[in-house]
């Protein structure tokens, strides 16, 4: 019994803890790949000759830029997900909601701009063709490139002011507060209301409470199978001796 009241004990601490999101590097990276390809888009096609080096033109190169800094914030996004699901097991369920559109948005925005990208050098090869300068090719680059990434970086900064604000209030879980949700009033209060986006927040929330509660008793479960198993075995060892 002793073992289990232990089990119990450190299980409590591990859910009451305070746990820091580690993805701050990832989002200072995130602006720095921002930052890096606004600087490509204007530097490059001015230090690149086309025939000096290889048949490659600067546009080309600037394509390929961009394909490697979407790839980069794939594999980030990929990253943050990782870490605010665990975050979100571990009962943080309001900051996940508050974040989940605001630290994805950036790789969708990404993916638009590419698609955007695509359709612009089609029609450009379409009406122009081999008659359009180059210098207005890469114009058109650079203003789209630009303006997806001033977008981008907005988005992440936003993101760094909120994780900054998340690891400054230090807050136990959400299920261990008892001033959760407190500025939304109940489900069933807002039956018949004219803000269905209120209702939607509330549902959303207490969807998120019984994702969490589901996870965290499958959890629970699975200790207790490992308790009872260990304390069969120690009542046989018992027996035998």
Do not use: N
């Amino acid at each position: 019994m002793a073992r289990v009241a232990e089990e119990g004990e450190v299980l409590l601490e591990q859910v009451a803890r305070v746990q820091k999101l580690p993805t701050l590097p990832a989002a200072i990276l995130q602006v720095v790949l921002c930052i890096a390809q606004i600087v490509l888009v204007f530097l490059l096609p001015a230090l690149y000759r086309e025939g000096e080096h290889s048949s490659l033109s600067s546009f080309s190169l600037l394509i390929y830029t961009h394909s490697a800094h979407c790839a980069a914030f794939f594999a980030i996004d990929q990253y943050l997900q990782l870490h605010h699901r665990r975050s979100r097991r571990q009962g943080y369920l309001a900051f996940y909601l508050r974040t989940k559109s605001l630290r994805r948005a950036p790789f969708h925005i990404l993916s638009a701009g590419s698609a955007v990208l695509v359709l612009v050098i089609v029609i450009l090869h379409d009406t122009a063709g081999p008659c359009l300068p180059a210098g207005a090719r890469v114009d058109y680059l650079r203003g789209l490139v630009t303006l997806e990434s001033l977008v981008v970086l907005c988005l992440v900064t936003s993101y760094i002011h909120l994780l900054a604000g998340f690891h400054a209030a230090c807050r136990p879980p959400d299920v261990l507060r008892g001033d959760l949700y407190p500025a939304l009033p109940d489900a069933r209060e807002l039956v018949g209301s004219r803000e269905p986006g209120q209702l939607d927040v509330v549902m959303e929330r207490q969807a998120e409470m019984i994702r969490y509660l589901t996870e965290r008793c499958d959890q629970l479960c699975g200790k207790v199978q490992q308790v009872t198993a260990l304390l069969g075995s120690k009542e046989r060892r018992d027996t035998y001796t």
